[in-house]
Every structure is written in C-alpha cells, then in structure tokens.
C-alpha cells in the first residue's frame, strides 16, 4: 500500500515553455501533498504544501506564479512550472500524506530538463 | 539554519558490516523521525520510523536507535549488503508546521 506515482518521469522542454508534472496517490487519499526539489547530491528542498481544494502554501523563496500547484482531489496534485528556463532543470519530487497518519509517501520523481 | 543535522556525508561498509547513521535535532516539538533510502534517479522511500517515547525499534536489518534527551537518533543497518548502497536522510517532523525537515543524506557504499 501507499503507493504514489508521478507522471512523466522525465521530460524535455524549450525555455519559455511550461510544463505540467502530476502526482497521485493511487491507493490512498491523500488529504496534504507536498512538493520538493532535489539538486544533484543535495538534500530535499521543499517548495510547497497543498491540501486539497486549498490554496498552496509556499515556502520562503519559492515563487508561486512561476510554480503553480492545484490540488483538485484527494489522489491527484499538479505542478506546472511556468515559463521555464534552464535553472528550473532538477529533479521534481512529490509526496502524499493521508489524514491519518503524519508519513509522507514518495513519487518516484520527474527529472525535468530546460534547453 | 539546518534543523536536523546528519553525519557522515559518506560511509563505507564491508560487506556482512554494520552501518551507523547519526542524526541530531534540537527542536524538542519534534514528534515523529523518519529514515528515508532513495537509489539514483529514483524518489525517497520510507525504511523505518520511530516516535519520541520509544527509545529504539527494530524491522529485520534495519534498527533506529532514539535518545530524547541527548535529542539525537541513529540509523543501524545490520549485515549490509551491497544492495543497500543508496543514501539515505533522516527526517523530523514538525506537528505545527506538518513539515518534514530533512538531514543532509548520507551516501552508504558496501564493497563486497
């Protein structure tokens, strides 16, 4: 159980094009979802918190018109990062926590590259 | 500021060795410490967690060691195996904040 996919789990894009990365939780409902990146042998960096049909909390420095978060159900939140360029180009991580429990499960990551 | 603080950067363990972890906090609101292991290229995935009011837990290989009042927790990974080779992060979670902070990672090697 609490399985979590992300979708795609990589992807290529032009600078200046936005690009939408999606999260689910597939056998749970998860009532947080959280956002981190991930820089090469860095620790996590988390960039948001969404619960769902809220608005997304961000975290100091992160810019929310750049990264847009919607959190329309229980098993899915989305993660557009606008406008891109190639300092966006990192590894996207998700993570889902259900109402029950304070453990955050982990998608398996979108490596996004801007050219 | 680094809540939680994580040492080794890198470990090298023998084969059929133990691999010690360390991690230290000082926030006492603290209430639930996961251990992360995440493979290249691949998202963390939960190896084992503990809460504050027990001092240690164990799941086959795989034991947390917690001292409340010292406010540091430790990661044993018994008979490593190369498999285990990954980093892995400890984490600590803020009730308020329903925040993880997450340690700086330890990259785990196992030469056979």
């Known amino acids: 159980g609490a399985v979590v996919s992300q979708h795609p789990s990589w992807v290529i894009c032009k600078s200046g094009t936005s690009v939408k990365i999606e999260c689910r939780s597939l056998?749970?409902?998860?009532?947080?979802m959280f956002w981190y990146r991930q820089f090469p042998k860095q620790s996590l960096m988390l960039m948001a918190t969404s619960n769902e049909g809220s608005k997304a909390t961000y975290e100091q420095g992160v810019e929310k018109d750049k990264f847009l978060i919607n959190h329309a159900s229980l098993t899915l939140s989305t993660l557009t990062v606008t406008s891109a360029h190639p300092e966006d180009s990192s590894f996207y991580i998700c993570?889902?926590?259900?109402?029950?429990?304070?453990?955050?499960?982990f998608g398996p990551g979108t490596r996004l590259t801007v050219l | 500021q680094q809540q939680v603080k994580q040492s080794p950067q890198s470990l090298i363990v023998q084969k059929g060795g133990i691999s010690i972890i360390n991690c230290a906090y000082e926030n006492t609101a603290f209430d639930y410490f996961p251990w992360y292991q995440q493979f290249p290229g691949k998202g963390p995935a939960l190896l084992i967690a503990i809460r504050p009011d027990v001092s240690e837990k164990k799941e086959g290989r795989f034991t947390i060691s917690f001292n409340k009042s010292a406010k540091q927790f430790s990661l044993h990974i018994m008979d490593s195996q190369p498999g285990d080779s990954a980093t892995y992060f400890c984490a600590a979670h803020h009730p308020g904040a329903n925040n993880l902070f997450f340690g700086t990672g330890t990259r785990l090697t196992v030469i056979p």
């Open positions: 056998d749970f409902q998860a009532t947080t």
């Open positions: 993570s889902a926590q259900s109402g029950i429990t304070d453990t955050q499960y």
